[in-house]
């Protein structure tokens, strides 16, 4: 190991399906990953019953995850990381990303219970006294068109909430969520004490305090003024009574929340290192990639996939499909999010008896274009665009054809992500991807294809938890009166180059012409 005297920083990363986590080890101004470390809910926590991360739901457009098994997640990830031989004296920083706009619902016995938690007990019987509702609902519920309407007129349309706020209503968001339960279960609203985000529960968590929320993950709310970074005193009015008293602080995501609790000490032997604000996972995924100058595009293909980059000023999206997010810099960060990620694509895998290889094989067994048969993979009700009916939709393709099949789900959010991120008025030349899907080089080349751009993919597995790193560093090194910029932040991190995978300019010709087909496609089928 190099560097060992170097300071260390740990980035989390709460996901949808997984808990991971990234150590990098700093000496002078440069910067290492040291130990990689994931664990999936499922298969690690199987008691909780979840499937790819979330609860069971005889609602299709319902979906809640469990905060005690993040908490617990937590527990056993740091104690591996205490087992794992690094010398964690040496921790001076810890910050993390989360899935974004998921909520956890907190009691008045939060702030006494979070600062006295018994490390020789374990933990999920002592967080559940402190939450006011059980399970949290999370970025893939759509049970909420009712209150985004409600709250779009309340505050003066669509247009004027995403002005203020970045974004339109979207189901998924904070304040609609928190109308729903606020209206549903009053009494559990009213025996409420702090609503937060994914993100700001578990530095809350750890600090043994409330943690405030950052900008980047609280855009992703419905409640936040954008331009100013504070709530929006309409949009909370629209949302539920006396919101602004159960809401935590805003804080600039490189500022520190406090330090690792003495329970976190105790239990595994951590030294009592800073804790920085927690982020989203997007937000972090952006600083990964090393996305801090306009012009610059990222990719995630994860559970959801989504695409984004950095922008200076907010130019909200005037279609209303994306979204304007703080960006961990301080500016500002477009981003167009696909709930048909990697679940529809294994959905696809699955339905044609297929291996990750297989799948890949079958991509390169079709022609690009596949002779015109389209897809659209809507297994679940999709974000972008939005459509609350789910079901996928054929045209001039055999359903029993796996490879062409393989190839039309894999073109069809190819061509999604391009279609719907021209609203960010970026020319794409090079995409940085990350998340689960980009370890395959075939879907890679589609994207390389369609795009006509070189896609060039990072080498650590988990960029969230890499972002989470990388913000405990900066936050660390500001608070110290040692201030890095960004640009010596992400240029000081020593990583292998990113593979690369260039495009076929006769493929991207091809898809040139077939994008208008697709978004004709689209348009008549999303109802
Ligand atoms: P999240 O962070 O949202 O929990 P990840 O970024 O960890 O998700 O991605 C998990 C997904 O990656 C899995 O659901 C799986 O479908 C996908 N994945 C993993 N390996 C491959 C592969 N070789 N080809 C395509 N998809 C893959
Ligand atoms: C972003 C979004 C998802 C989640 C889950 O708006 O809904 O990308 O952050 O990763």
């Given at each position: 190991?190099?560097?060992?005297?170097?300071?260390?920083?740990?980035?989390?990363?709460?996901?949808?399906?997984?808990?991971?986590?990234?150590?990098l080890?700093?000496?002078?101004?440069?910067h290492h990953v040291?130990?990689?470390?994931?664990?999936?809910?499922?298969?690690?926590?199987?008691?909780?019953?979840?499937?790819?991360?979330?609860?069971?739901?005889?609602?299709?457009?319902?979906?809640?995850?469990?905060?005690?098994?993040?908490?617990?997640?937590?527990?056993?990830?740091?104690?591996?990381?205490?087992?794992?031989?690094?010398?964690?004296?040496?921790?001076?920083?810890?910050?993390?990303?989360?899935?974004?706009?998921?909520?956890?619902?907190?009691?008045?016995?939060?702030?006494?219970?979070?600062?006295?938690?018994?490390?020789?007990?374990?933990?999920?019987?002592?967080?559940?006294?402190?939450?006011?509702?059980?399970?949290?609902?999370?970025?893939?519920?759509?049970?909420?068109?009712?209150?985004?309407?409600?709250?779009?007129?309340?505050?003066?349309?669509?247009?004027?909430?995403?002005?203020?706020?970045?974004?339109?209503?979207?189901?998924?968001?904070?304040?609609?969520?928190?109308?729903?339960?606020?209206?549903?279960?009053?009494?559990?609203?009213?025996?409420?004490?702090?609503?937060?985000?994914?993100?700001?529960?578990?530095?809350?968590?750890?600090?043994?305090?409330?943690?405030?929320?950052?900008?980047?993950?609280?855009?992703?709310?419905?409640?936040?003024?954008?331009?100013?970074?504070?709530?929006?005193?309409?949009?909370?009015?629209?949302?539920?009574?006396?919101?602004?008293?159960?809401?935590?602080?805003?804080?600039?995501?490189?500022?520190?929340?406090?330090?690792?609790?003495?329970?976190?000490?105790?239990?595994?032997?951590?030294?009592?290192?800073?804790?920085?604000?927690?982020?989203?996972?997007?937000?972090?995924?952006?600083?990964a990639?090393g996305?801090?100058?306009?012009?610059?595009?990222?990719?995630?293909?994860?559970?959801?996939?989504?695409?984004?980059?950095?922008?200076?000023?907010?130019?909200?999206?005037?279609?209303?499909?994306?979204?304007?997010?703080?960006?961990?810099?301080?500016?500002?960060?477009?981003?167009?999010?696909?709930?048909?990620?990697?679940?529809?694509?294994?959905?696809?895998?699955?339905?044609?008896?297929?291996?990750?290889?297989?799948?890949?094989?079958?991509?390169?067994?079709?022609?690009?274009?596949?002779?015109?048969?389209?897809?659209?993979?809507?297994?679940?009700?999709?974000?972008?665009?939005?459509?609350?009916?789910?079901?996928?939709?054929?045209?001039?393709?055999?359903?029993?054809?796996?490879?062409?099949?393989?190839?039309?789900?894999?073109?069809?959010?190819?061509?999604?992500?391009?279609?719907?991120?021209?609203?960010?008025?970026?020319?794409?030349?090079?995409?940085?991807?990350?998340?689960?899907?980009?370890?395959?080089?075939?879907?890679?080349?589609?994207?390389?294809?369609?795009?006509?751009?070189?896609?060039?993919?990072i080498e650590v597995?988990?960029?969230?938890?890499l972002?989470?790193?990388?913000?405990?560093?900066?936050?660390?090194?500001?608070?110290?009166?040692?201030?890095?910029?960004?640009?010596?932040?992400i240029?000081g991190l020593d990583a292998p180059p990113p593979?690369?995978?260039?495009?076929?300019?006769?493929?991207?010709?091809?898809?040139?012409?077939?994008?208008?087909?697709?978004?004709?496609?689209?348009?008549?089928?999303?109802?």
């Open positions: 190991m190099a560097g060992v005297d170097g300071e260390l920083y740990l980035g989390l990363d709460c996901s949808t399906q997984s808990l991971s986590a990234v150590v080890e700093s000496t002078g101004r440069r040291v130990l990689e470390r994931s664990l999936t809910f499922d298969a690690a926590l199987p008691h909780y019953g979840t499937h790819h991360g979330v609860l069971p739901s005889s609602n299709p457009l319902v979906a809640h995850s469990s905060p005690v098994m993040w908490v617990e997640a937590l527990d056993h990830l740091l104690a591996e990381l205490a087992a794992s031989g690094l010398d964690l004296r040496r921790l001076a920083a810890i910050s993390g990303a989360a899935q974004q706009h998921g909520s956890v619902y907190l009691n008045d016995g939060a702030a006494r219970g979070l600062d006295t938690l018994d490390p020789s007990r374990p933990l999920p019987p002592q967080i559940v006294p402190l939450l006011s509702r059980p399970t949290a609902p999370i970025w893939m519920d759509s049970s909420t068109r009712a209150e985004c309407t409600a709250i779009e007129t309340a505050v003066g349309g669509p247009e004027r909430l995403a002005q203020r706020t970045g974004s339109r209503a979207f189901e998924r968001f904070t304040g609609p969520q928190i109308l729903k339960f606020a209206s549903g279960e009053p009494a559990a609203y009213a025996a409420t004490d702090r609503v937060h985000l994914v993100s700001s529960f578990l530095a809350s968590v750890l600090t043994g305090r409330h943690a405030p929320i950052d900008p980047g993950d609280g855009s992703g709310m419905n409640l936040m003024d954008l331009a100013a970074a504070g709530w929006w005193q309409p949009a909370l009015d629209a949302t539920a009574p006396d919101l602004r008293a159960r809401l935590p602080g805003l804080a600039p995501s490189s500022a520190i929340a406090g330090r690792l609790s003495p329970h976190w000490q105790f239990r595994h032997g951590l030294p009592a290192a800073k804790v920085a604000v927690w982020s989203g996972d997007n937000p972090c995924s952006l600083i990639l996305l801090v100058r306009e012009g610059r595009v990222g990719v995630s293909l994860g559970t959801s996939d989504t695409i984004f980059g950095p922008m200076r000023e907010p130019r909200v999206d005037a279609g209303g499909t994306g979204h304007v997010f703080g960006s961990p810099t301080g500016e500002f960060m477009g981003i167009t999010v696909f709930r048909n990620g990697s679940l529809a694509r294994e959905r696809v895998r699955d339905r044609y008896g297929l291996t990750w290889e297989g799948f890949s094989r079958a991509l390169g067994a079709s022609p690009p274009g596949n002779a015109g048969g389209l897809m659209l993979p809507w297994f679940e009700p999709e974000i972008t665009p939005a459509v609350a009916v789910p079901g996928v939709r054929r045209r001039g393709l055999d359903e029993h054809d796996a490879s062409a099949n393989v190839r039309a789900v894999v073109e069809a959010q190819m061509l999604a992500l391009a279609l719907h991120s021209r609203w960010m008025g970026v020319t794409v030349d090079v995409l940085h991807v990350t998340g689960g899907a980009a370890a395959n080089h075939a879907i890679l080349q589609v994207m390389a294809d369609v795009f006509g751009a070189t896609v060039k993919r597995s988990n960029a969230a938890a972002g989470a790193a990388l913000r405990a560093l900066h936050a660390d090194r500001l608070d110290a009166g040692r201030p890095l910029s960004w640009d010596d932040t240029d593979a690369s995978v260039h495009p076929a300019p006769t493929s991207h010709a091809r898809y040139r012409d077939l994008l208008p087909a697709y978004a004709a496609f689209e348009l008549a089928e999303r109802g």
